[in-house]
């Protein structure tokens, strides 16, 4: 059972940093709001006991957080 969590969250982490490498070309507003996406998902993740619907949860309040922080910063000239 734990060779397989951690292999699980290895292939997260993973896809999560090829995902993010992809983020070269994207305004500030949309890399802050990827970023807050995969980082609320896991909170939720976390958070919710491993639940689809605290992933999910997560993943959208973070998103929508990120989309503001960005935002906000393009607005500052950050």
């Given amino acids: ?3 397989t ?3 699980s969250v290895s292939v997260v982490i993973a ?4 995902a993010l490498g992809g983020c070269a070309g994207m305004s500030t507003t949309d890399k802050a709001t990827a ?11 976390l958070l919710g006991g491993g639940g689809a619907l605290g992933t999910i949860g997560g993943a959208a309040v973070g998103g929508v957080i ?3 922080v960005g935002r906000n910063q393009e ?3 950050y």
Avoid at 15 to 18: E, R
């Fill in 1 to 3: 059972m734990k060779t």
């Fill in 5 to 7: 969590k951690r292999l």
């Fill in 15 to 18: 896809t999560m940093l090829l």
């Fill in 35 to 45: 970023i807050g996406a995969g980082v609320g998902g896991v909170a939720g993740n």
């Fill in 66 to 68: 990120g989309h503001e």
């Fill in 75 to 77: 607005r500052r000239g």
